[in-house]
């Protein structure tokens, strides 16, 4: 069936930063009701989308919700325009530094290139730095950072290992334990797995999944920093992209000293031995996917047990798929696996069965 669709005015274009220095543009609507939800903003994504829109400052727009999800601009009425409007013109500073943007030739996004000074970058990284998926040092939060940034306590990911209950009590509502919490979670941060660390770092392109086959190829730091583009190539779905960004990465200067950093804070960075063990080959050779609300384990915990036993994790649903693991409210991946045909759908008990045997 057609999305629902309404008609809104767009009042204005503002345009965010995000860690990496991407600049995404951002339309502010007049409220409007659309499937259940007001909406008051939409992503316009990058320049040529505005440019394929053809918008003009106050325009009638048309507005329905991507995937059911996400607002999205997908006309114009320009019967509705008036001779005197004019069109958007997408910004060439940034709007956190004033730094002048930079567009990659093959790529939509403007970047931001002020990565150490530029705050909503610096912020951004630290905050992915210490988040569940990578470092997990939940006694630090997104206020505390912002916090600690804008005093100068942090201006980096390696500045959080320089921390001291002495640096952190005079902060504004920062008392003994919270203190001694912060500190606690730095220290607990240096056993996490080099996998998670390199996660972490945030190396552009390099999410979960690559980070773990990177690390499964280039046991140390080292190793990696030194590895040609051929080299990296050659490890399973990294391709040049991936491969150049994580050369560049390497190669910036700033970036050696903050690994170095790192390396002398004691954190991870060379797997461990203990990291490779199995649990079982149970699972060798099949291919899984989880999907919905998952109630019985969080998804990082199944997707470790995959691992333990063997599998391997996919992120998308497809013909190499061998199996779908479905929770709660599971929707277009469920849809999507039952149409091929040739997924098999199991449940989260169903999927404990399959492991059961190993783990007893």
Known sequence: ???????????????????????????????????????????????????????????????????????????????????????????THCPECGSQLEKIDDQAIHFCPNEWECPPQVMGKMIHFVSRKAMNIESIGQETIAQMYKVGLIKNIADIYDLSIEKLLPLDRMAMKSAQNIMQGIEKSKEILFEKVLFGIGIKHV????????VKNFETIEALASASVEELCAVEDIGVKIAESIRQFFQNSDHQIL??????????????????????????????????????????????????????????????????????????????????????????????EMIGNAEE
Do not use: C, W
């Open 1 to 91: 069936y057609k999305a629902e669709k309404v008609e809104t005015v767009l009042e204005s274009v503002s345009y965010q930063v995000g860690r990496t220095g991407a600049i995404t543009p951002v339309a502010n609507l007049s409220p409007v009701l659309l499937a259940g939800t007001v909406v008051k903003r939409a992503s316009l994504h990058n320049e040529d989308i505005i440019k394929k829109l053809d918008l003009h400052e106050g325009d009638s727009v048309f507005v329905e919700k991507g995937g059911e999800i996400i607002p999205k601009i997908v006309g114009v009425n320009k019967q509705k325009r008036t001779i005197f409007s004019t069109p958007i013109q997408y910004i």
């Open 207 to 214: 999410g979960e999944t690559v980070a773990k086959k990177l």
């Open 259 to 352: 690994i170095h950093r790192l390396k002398d804070a004691g954190v991870q960075l060379e797997k461990k031995a203990s990291d490779t063990s199995l649990e079982s080959t149970i699972l060798e050779g099949k291919t899984f996917l989880f999907t919905g609300k998952l109630t019985l384990f969080t998804r990082e915990k199944a997707e470790q047990m995959v691992e333990k036993h063997g599998g391997k994790n996919i992120s998308s649903v497809s013909k190499n798929l061998n199996y779908l693991v479905v929770g709660e409210k599971a929707g277009s991946k469920l849809k999507k696996a039952e149409s091929i045909g040739t997924v098999i759908i199991l449940d989260e008990n169903q999927f404990l």
